[in-house]
């Protein structure tokens, strides 16, 4: 099931659940102080139902922000305290890639080039 969910134009976000115990964000667009208050909103409710894992799929944003980088690790910092697994897939994305190693966020959150397979539940 996919639920859109975006306020600005210049960013859809979509949640599914592929598997009962992991929820798969997806973001596209642009992820910068006007949107990333959308994103966190996103990643706080999701984070709320105490998944095994989330995963938030940016493999296809297009241009990423320090506030968007922000709401990554405020994310990773819930997830940890809640004991939910969070990964964020960049797929080849190299703007996303530059984007977290500049700000250090890439030795903070676990990255991934693909989509894990849901496990079993």
């Known amino acids: 099931m996919n639920l859109p969910r975006a306020r600005h134009p210049n960013l859809r976000l979509r949640t599914a659940w592929p598997a009962p115990h992991a929820v798969l964000v997806t973001a596209r667009g642009d992820l910068d102080s006007a949107t990333s208050g959308d994103l966190a909103s996103l990643l706080s409710d999701r984070l709320w139902a105490t998944p095994e894992r989330l995963?938030?799929?940016l493999s296809e944003v297009d241009?990423?922000?320090?506030a968007g980088v922000r709401v990554l690790l405020h994310a990773a910092l819930q997830a940890e305290q809640s004991g939910t697994e969070l990964l964020v897939v960049t797929g080849t994305n190299p703007i996303l890639r530059r984007a977290l190693q500049v700000t250090g966020a890439d030795r903070r959150l676990a990255?991934?080039?693909?989509?894990?397979?849901p496990a079993p539940a």
């Open 111 to 117: 990255l991934t080039d693909r989509r894990p397979a």
């Open 55 to 57: 995963v938030v799929d």
């Open 63 to 66: 241009f990423l922000g320090v």
